[in-house]
């Protein structure tokens, strides 16, 4: 039984190692919602919102997360006896539709110090198995196939397990062409286009189909299953769906339709931990790979989806890069890191998320916070 006396809010502003180019203008640094519960013995458990600034990616934002916690979340779990972490989805799902990432950033924190009452790793309470997972890496959009040439040699030789290119209409087979000749033919290469093409736009990507993609992330509508069946009949190269999986139902839906062959699993986008795990065995089942996607967290996320991919169908690289990679200096201890053959490995002998969040940190990175 697990009883919660206090959600503490805080926003921190992490400063980015490199400036983050997006279609919405450039970020030095990254606006963060951090969740910490506290159970009537003190216990302290950390989650972290992935909703970004702005809605560019889904529609929540910081704002709208810290609003929903705040007036319809916090009510619903605070102060009363709850069966554990894995019922506060439903409990949720009941009162309150959308705002998954919301729900997320509390049902992880209550997985978490679930885990630290109990003195077990998180990634051993949710089933992980896999004692290190493979790392993926995102490379951004650049100038010229040149330039994303020398990027990409740079990454494989750092011991990154795949490597997976943004694309968009303009920006797409001489990019990857490229890409493909510099690696040869046995490097794991995929392809992300955060829903920027239509279905008239079939023939530029099966274009790519001799390019040897692993995958081809979100083609279509960020919201879209129909569309992408359609295009999955016309495509070897198997779709993966991102964006438009928002729950077990999706996945189903997906199955069902032919819509996608692969999943990027992302805790925050799906509700939490419970219906992430739900995804991953039913994925399993139908024999469809998973993978851990990455929406920019710090070290505390990163926590929650390295525990997440060690379950045993999360077959293929996450982008699980390490802290180094985005922060001039993360807010645990110790920093998530990368061994030379591109695998993170997973805490299973410490407790909780496996790492400790530097309080004195996250206080001077603070910029607002609420105590409920
Ligand atoms: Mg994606």
């Not at 805080?10 to 969740?35: K, N």
Request: a negative charge; glycine letters at 8%; one cysteine or more.
């Amino acid at each position: 039984m697990l009883l919660l006396r206090k959600l503490t809010l805080r926003e921190i502003h992490l400063p980015l190692r490199e400036p983050f180019r997006t279609a919405g203008g450039t970020q030095t640094l990254r606006r963060i919602l951090l969740v910490e519960a506290e159970d009537e013995d003190g216990h302290i458990g950390w989650g972290e919102c992935v909703a970004q600034e702005t809605p560019s990616y889904a529609p929540e934002t910081v704002e709208t997360a810290w609003h929903a916690i705040t007036a319809w979340l916090a009510p619903r779990v605070l102060h009363r006896p709850i069966e554990g972490p894995e019922s506060l989805f439903a409990l949720f799902e009941r009162d309150v539709r959308g705002h998954p990432m919301a729900k997320a950033a509390v049902e992880m924190a209550a997985w978490e110090l679930e885990a630290r009452r109990r003195n077990v790793s998180l990634a051993r309470m949710l089933g992980g198995t896999q004692p290190r997972v493979p790392v993926g890496r995102v490379v951004g959009f650049q100038p010229d196939p040149d330039a994303l040439v020398a990027l990409v040699r740079r990454h494989h030789a750092e011991g990154y397990r795949r490597i997976k290119l943004k694309i968009r209409p303009g920006a797409d087979a001489a990019f990857v062409r490229a890409a493909r000749e510099a690696l040869g033919p046995d490097a794991d290469l995929s392809a992300d286009a955060n829903g920027a093409y239509t279905l008239d736009d079939r023939d530029a990507l099966r274009a790519l189909d001799d390019l040897g993609l692993s995958m081809i992330e979100q083609p279509l509508g960020w919201d879209d299953l129909v569309r992408h069946a359609a295009l999955q009949q016309v495509l070897r190269t198997p779709i993966c769906l991102d964006e438009s999986i928002t729950s077990l139902e999706r996945v189903d839906d997906m199955i069902a339709l032919g819509s996608g062959r692969v999943v990027n699993l992302k805790p925050g986008r799906v509700g939490g931990l419970a219906a992430a795990v739900a995804i991953h065995d039913r994925c399993r089942a139908h024999g469809i790979p998973v993978w851990c996607g990455g929406m920019l967290e710090s070290g505390i996320g990163r926590a929650h989806n390295v525990a997440l991919a060690s379950l045993p169908g999360f077959t293929l690289p996450g982008d699980l890069s390490p802290s180094r990679r985005y922060w001039e200096q993360d807010i645990v201890t110790p920093e998530w890191t990368m061994d030379a053959d591109g695998y993170v490995t997973v805490p299973f002998d410490r407790p909780g998320m496996g790492v400790e969040v530097d309080r004195d940190r996250v206080e001077n990175l603070t910029v607002r916070r609420t105590v409920l």
